[in-house]
């Protein structure tokens, strides 16, 4: 029977003879890796351009990786890296996820390394952008990417339903939410192309939602974080309207409707800017403008990534490094080609200009630079990821025809009440 | 004991008495049925018993993947599972989906595999169109369907050129639930009607023939003889589609994300929730262990029904 025994003991000794193998030792140089959600050709470029320029200097480094994730799932897969000892020393961070990363202890502090690092410029870093990322005044994460949403239209189709363009709205003093679903009804009407639609929602992701309910001063939770939002008055009437729009005036899609503004199938969009991109060759006139004002008058809604070095990352140390480096005011105004960037000197419709050049530098300021400060990030709270849950479960009755808006909106403060007072 | 075990090694002294060698013909087969076994072995201790040992030890345990924060907890996993408000419904969404899954898919497949076992013109076109899907990816599968059943989808359209105005039908609770059993239905009968299919063509046709002449109707025949006979492929398929059913995933991730509602959250996918998205490897450690017991507990059931009705155990 020594056979037997042999063969249990080789094939419970297998799994620690790989992982000896798959482990690398802390001698010479390292390898840093970093996971991002954008596996576009140019970003990458850009970013081995940075990491090559930093190990030329940097003997202690020999190479850093960076690892595209698909921005479905990015958060899960991070997690699943980290829980399985595969921790990336470096992460993007998406702003819904950032207090849970920011509170846990995930994130290295870097708030010591980025000031101590010469001409860094600490303070040149604008206070509203990095708020999601500081837990007092220790920042965890730098704000890679500080983008506020906006409007893109269609003029092709308003002018087929007669309608009058976005900046004509703006001109006349129009361009606010009853107009703009006006407008989408008549396109939706006379056209059979889709009105309006909020980008990434689909009647899940309900936290792009606050793209609309901000103009109306509501909020999903109280600034603390500890006080249900959506049975406000003003959340109960702007879903309402948006209710309307979708099922009586027709305005927007309903549930279970695709609609692509960037294929010419939708008269507005709702999204950031760098979506830009994807009208370089469309075969329509459109417009960027700012999102239309609510009844609480003008607003904007800022989106965020974020950058880290991880906790429990095999190289902490060159990580914070690495990521003083890549966000240091030279290479700030390279990432700036795609991301606007966190640092107040650098929002300027110049720089802003060389990542998108579709767009005008009257559009730039107007929609980028004009509302960053005055940005409202999108909705963000500790455990986000069963927030988001209860919050789409408890919102799906709502899209249907003859749902009681005030009735689901208690209810779903019912539900995610015991998530908040954790 | 064989030849090997007496030889003795040439030159030696006949008068010696001979040593037993240590290298006998037994225990060269041993080693060669080890080292067969081996890598099989090896693969299911790493990847499914080592596993398994761990998923029952996470699930006494605290994980904050995020905070690297590993602490036993003893049973608070546990008390929290039987206190968890949101378990029943999601039982109940796995139970819906289990039974009209097996319900569904072996009465489909075995009236497929009868009208497929007569001998007509086409019915190996037929099988091949009815087995093709089993072999198509399961994602793909699955992404094709929920364009199909999209509002302004494929089925709705059909349904419009007869003048019927179908439902939304991922987005009703009811209608979604039903949509995601058939699609998984429709993946997957071909399987089980091809099992069913050698079964019947395993049927002795003498004892059809006996059962004619004696009087037997079609129902009879089917009752008394079709029926035992293939009882034996019934218990494999209803095992197979019962420990397949509480495993969907994929389907449920692709077509509703568990929605609308929690209408279709089944067990895997909150487990799937709380580990992966919730960050919560403890927890969903413990929801493993529950389904690895209601597996566990339903396998043991068929198998002990089989005396009661499968013909050929004793």
């Known amino acids: 029977m020594r056979h037997p025994r042999l063969l249990l003991a080789a094939a419970l000794a297998a799994p620690l003879v790989l992982a000896a193998c798959g482990g690398g030792s802390d001698d010479g140089p390292v390898t840093l890796r970093m996971t991002t959600w954008s596996a576009n050709e140019d970003h990458l470029a850009m970013l081995n351009e940075i990491a090559d320029a930093y190990i030329a200097d940097h003997p202690d480094v020999e190479a850093i990786e960076f690892d595209p994730l698909p921005f479905d799932g990015y958060t899960s897969t991070l997690t699943t890296q980290i829980a399985g000892d595969n921790a990336p020393d470096l992460a993007w961070i998406l702003e819904n996820a950032a207090p849970d990363f920011v509170t846990s202890g995930a994130l290295v502090p870097l708030s010591e390394t980025l000031s101590g690092t010469d001409g860094y410029e600490y303070d040149d870093l604008v206070p509203a952008a990095t708020e999601l990322w500081r837990e007092g005044d220790e920042l965890y994460a730098y704000p890679f990417s500080t983008s506020p949403f906006a409007m893109f239209a269609n ?44 980008r990434d929602f689909d009647y899940t992701g309900w936290d792009n939602l606050s793209t609309l309910w901000t103009g109306w001063g509501a909020s999903a939770w109280s600034a603390d974080g500890t006080e249900c939002g959506f049975d406000d008055p003003e959340m109960t009437e702007a879903l309402t309207f948006m209710h309307d729009a979708v099922f009586e005036q027709e305005a927007m899609p309903g549930p279970g409707t695709t609609a692509d503004f960037f294929a010419g199938e939708a008269a507005f969009t709702v999204t950031q800017i760098s979506r830009a991109g994807l009208l370089a060759e469309a075969p329509f006139a459109w417009d960027l403008v700012p999102l239309p004002a609510g009844p609480s008058g003008e607003y904007a809604v800022i989106g965020q990534g974020g950058l880290g070095v991880l906790t429990v990352a095999p190289h902490p140390e060159e990580a914070a490094d690495f990521l ?23 929002l300027t419709a110049e720089v802003l200009g060389q990542a998108n050049p579709l767009l005008s530098a009257e559009q730039l300021q107007a929609v980028v630079i004009d509302r960053i400060d005055s940005g409202v990030v999108k909705p963000s709270h500790t455990g986000q990821a069963q927030l988001d849950q209860a919050v789409r479960a408890a919102l799906d009755p709502l899209w249907t025809p003859g749902a009681d808006v005030e009735a689901v909106l208690a209810d779903l403060c019912a539900a995610i009440d015991p998530l908040l007072a954790r | 004991m064989t030849e090997a075990d007496t030889e003795t090694a040439p030159g030696r002294e006949a008068s010696r008495p001979a040593r037993p060698s240590w290298w006998t013909a037994r225990r060269r087969d041993n080693l060669a049925g080890f080292l067969f076994a081996g890598p099989q072995l090896a693969g299911t201790l790493v990847f499914v018993l080592l596993p398994l040992g761990l998923m029952f030890w996470y699930s006494f345990h605290e994980w904050n993947v995020l905070a690297g924060g590993f602490r036993f907890t003893g049973a608070e996993n546990y008390e929290r599972l039987v206190q968890d408000p949101a378990l029943p419904g999601v039982l109940g969404a796995t139970a819906a989906f289990s039974v009209g899954l097996v319900a569904l898919n072996l009465s489909l497949a075995l009236v497929l595999a009868i009208l497929l076992d007569q001998k007509l013109r086409g019915t190996i076109l037929f099988r091949t169109i009815f087995f093709s899907p089993v072999a198509v990816t399961l994602v793909a599968w699955t992404i094709v369907w929920r364009f199909l059943l999209q509002d302004d989808g494929g089925i709705n359209g059909l349904l419009s050129v007869v003048g019927a105005e179908g439902p939304n039908w991922l987005r009703g609770e009811t209608t979604a639930m039903a949509a995601v059993i058939v699609v998984q239905v429709l ?113 043991v059931i068929q198998w002990q029904m089989r005396r009661k009705w499968v013909v050929h155990e004793d």
Do not use: C
Not at chain 2, 249 to 266: C, E, H, N, R, Y
């Open chain 1, 155 to 198: 003029d092709d189709l308003l002018a087929e339903a007669g309608q009058p363009t976005a900046a004509e709205l703006i001109e006349s003093g129009e361009w606010n939410w009853d107009r703009v679903v006006e407008a989408g009804a008549a396109v939706h009407a006379q056209t059979g192309a889709d009105g309006i639609v909020i």
């Open chain 1, 324 to 346: 003083a480096y890549m966000t240091n005011p030279e290479n700030s105004v390279k990432l700036a080609q795609f991301f606007p960037p966190p640092r107040a000197s650098q």
């Open chain 2, 187 to 299: 993946k997957n009968v071909g399987l089980n009607m091809v099992l069913f299919l050698a079964a019947l063509q395993g049927v002795p046709k003498e004892l059809y023939e006996a059962s004619t002449i004696d009087g037997a109707g079609a129902w009879t025949r089917f009752r008394r003889i079709t029926m035992p006979m293939i009882s034996p492929t019934i218990l494999l398929t209803s095992i197979i589609t019962v420990v397949g059913s509480l495993q969907v995933f994929a389907q449920i991730d692709v077509l509703t994300k568990g929605g609308p509602g929690t209408s279709t959250t089944v067990l895997v996918y909150y487990l799937y929730q709380n580990a992966f998205q919730f960050h919560d490897f403890g927890y969903g450690a413990t929801l493993s262990v529950l389904l690895f017991a209601i597996v566990l507990v339903l396998t």
